[in-house]
């Protein structure tokens, strides 16, 4: 009897984790590093363009991110970027895109806004910390390719910027959901019923 009322309450333990699965979104900060090609154009006071390139990003991001799934950088937030000029001769331009009091952050990108769009044959590392220890970055060296190119503009104070970037499409770490563990619970009560009925049987057999 104690065996029947034990699987019958892992049963239904299954079945309500099957029905209603739970899947709490994170709020965390992230990490990230970029190597590619950037093009950051300013206008002088004289009203002539300058173009520095750079081929290293990094930065932070902070957003709700699902436990499976797929992110975008211009899904989240907030997040900010540091661009280090690849030139010796150019000055390292430090550029606080997260910052809403200078840019206006949009998802859709266009004039007065900033976006990170996926580029043709990037690629996306997590690292450093707390990037390491986030539901997104479990294992530091995930990384993801993007799919297409697109450049956004950004005017503010007579500052004219063209950036190409990349998107920060994470590949999520995959956890059991409670189903999956449930599942287990049943399968496990299930064998452990058999071998008892199984033990029963045999001792019944020899007393006969």
Wanted: proline fraction near 5%; include cysteine.
């Amino acid at each position: 009897m104690k065996w029947i009322v034990t699987f019958g309450a892992l049963a239904i333990a299954g079945f309500v984790s099957v029905a209603f699965p739970a899947r709490a979104a994170a709020l965390a900060a992230y990490s990230f590093n970029d190597d590619g090609f950037y093009t950051v154009v300013t206008r002088g006071s004289e009203g002539t363009l300058r173009i520095n390139d750079f081929g290293f990003v990094s930065g932070e991001f902070e957003g709700a991110v699902d436990p499976v799934g797929e992110i975008a950088l211009n899904d989240l937030t907030a997040f900010q970027v540091v661009a280090f000029s690849e030139e010796t001769l150019l000055p390292t331009i430090i550029l606080g895109l997260g910052d809403l009091s200078f840019f206006a952050f949009t998802p859709t990108g266009g004039d007065g806004s900033f976006g990170f769009i996926a580029a043709s044959g990037s690629t996306f590392i997590c690292i450093g910390f707390p990037a390491a220890f986030s539901p997104a970055c479990a294992d530091p060296t995930a990384v993801t390719s993007p799919a297409a190119a697109v450049a956004h503009t950004v005017s503010s104070d007579g500052v004219v910027t063209a950036y190409t970037s990349d998107v920060a499409r994470l590949t999520l770490v995959s956890t059991p959901e409670p189903s999956t563990w449930a599942m287990l619970l049943v399968g496990f009560g299930g064998l452990g019923l058999a071998a008892h009925r199984r033990r029963r049987t045999g001792s019944q057999a020899l007393t006969a």
